[in-house]
């Protein structure tokens, strides 16, 4: 019988202490965190482990628990991650976690929508629309996102979907609904800095943009760029796209706040978490700047609602305005706080309770505004709860 040779029986060696050094040092490295403890890094809670019970093991449930907790918890997880995201860019590909890495720049990889749930979402919107058409005005914004802005770089035959078309379908949907235009404005300006690169929002830039052309529709006057000091909050800024692949080949974003040349007038920001209200006074909450999440320095975190309140002289005051969206209007707003005095923001996601009984009645205000971005506006099945939560007898 042939002898194994040393050098082998190192190796096996080797691979079986790696074997055991791994899963041990994770979980006596793990054991010492707090429960729900969170990864600044991908912005997100880290699975807790698993309670043991002989029930869980028959149904499997602890088994799938448990890989999802070694998963999260796995020593030196990220460095493995970004050794694994590179040898794969070395193999050619651009596509990592449903997010495409392109010319220094992350992207969605947004594949289509489900129709039966879009069409509910636009007849829930149109009936909404039906019901304040008399004495008030419905607007209707739909982002795209960097994928399609972006689509020519993409690889052919990658199954993007076409974000223009879905969102002129959208505005089709009534004659109640004024769609506002802003696919023509950010694909004009496709050179400047309208995306951010590590995260799926648009920048303060491209927010501008959508400001600008929202003035056309809604009937103000946006403020031109010049009457706007811009400020450079931060330039270490690593989104949410960054957080799914731990990419660090793609060069870290800028955080611009927007500030009024003349000084910003007075304004009052209630906050609705949905248990309690609390009062600032300012827009830009800085201490998240000094976090991994960046993007909450505009408004803060998301919440059930938001009242704002400004102080405008009457020539620019265009009175009060109810916005439902997504987190894309958080760079948006204030713009908007510039022309009305009041503004609600509602985001249907965290709302579950009729809207009378957080204070808001939708019929006093003279305007509203939905404002989504596509991927999120195709997927989000809060939509349709509009129906249920605007009925005062709900």
Not at 53 to 78: A, G, H, K, N, T
Not at 296 to 303: A, I, P, R, Y
Not at 382 to 390: A, E, I, M, P
């Amino acid at each position: 019988m042939k002898k194994t040779e040393p050098y082998k029986l190192l190796t096996l060696g080797l691979v079986g202490a790696i074997a055991l050094i791994i899963p041990i040092t994770t979980i006596i490295k793990a054991s010492g965190m707090p429960e729900r403890s969170f990864s600044e890094t991908e912005n997100r809670y880290l699975a807790d482990l698993p309670k043991f019970s002989w029930e869980s093991v028959r149904d499997e449930e602890f088994m799938e628990d448990f890989e999802e907790y070694f998963s999260d918890r796995f020593i030196l997880r990220e460095e493995w991650i970004n050794i694994k995201n590179s040898v794969d860019r070395l193999l050619g590909k651009t596509e990592i976690k449903n997010i495409f890495t392109i010319d220094g720049r992350m992207m969605e990889a947004w594949k289509g929508w489900d129709e039966a749930g879009l069409n509910a979402n636009l007849n829930a919107m149109a009936e909404f629309a039906e019901n304040h058409s008399q004495n008030q005005k419905v607007y209707f914004m739909l982002s795209p996102n960097a994928q399609e802005i972006y689509k020519d770089t993409l690889p052919a035959f990658c199954g993007a979907a076409d974000q223009k078309a879905f969102i002129d379908s959208c505005y089709g949907i009534s004659d109640n609904i004024y769609g506002i235009d802003v696919y023509s404005a950010l694909y004009g300006a496709r050179n400047d800095y309208i995306f951010y690169r590590t995260d799926h929002h648009w920048t303060s830039g491209g927010a501008f943009l959508a400001y600008r052309e929202a003035g056309e529709v809604m009937g103000y006057e946006p403020y031109s760029i010049d009457k706007f000091n811009i400020e450079h909050a931060s330039n270490e800024f690593r989104g949410t796209l960054y957080s799914q692949t731990l990419d660090n080949s793609v060069k870290p974003d800028i955080i611009d706040f927007y500030i009024p040349a003349g000084g910003s007038p007075q304004q009052t920001l209630h906050v609705f978490d949905g248990e309690k209200t609390e009062k600032y006074y300012s827009l830009y909450f800085r201490e998240y700047l000094d976090k991994k999440d960046k993007y909450s320095s505009f408004l803060g975190l998301n919440v059930p609602m938001l009242e704002i309140e400004t102080e405008l002289s009457e020539d620019v005051d265009k009175g009060s305005l109810l916005i439902f969206k997504d987190s894309y209007a958080n760079t948006l707003i204030p713009f908007l706080t510039n022309h009305y005095s009041k503004i609600t923001v509602l985001d249907l996601r965290y709302i579950n309770l009729p809207l009378a009984d957080m204070g808001v009645d939708t019929n006093s205000y003279g305007s509203i505004l939905f404002m989504y971005n596509t991927i999120t506006f195709s997927e989000d099945t809060n939509v349709r709860k509009l129906g249920f939560l605007d009925k005062s007898d709900a």
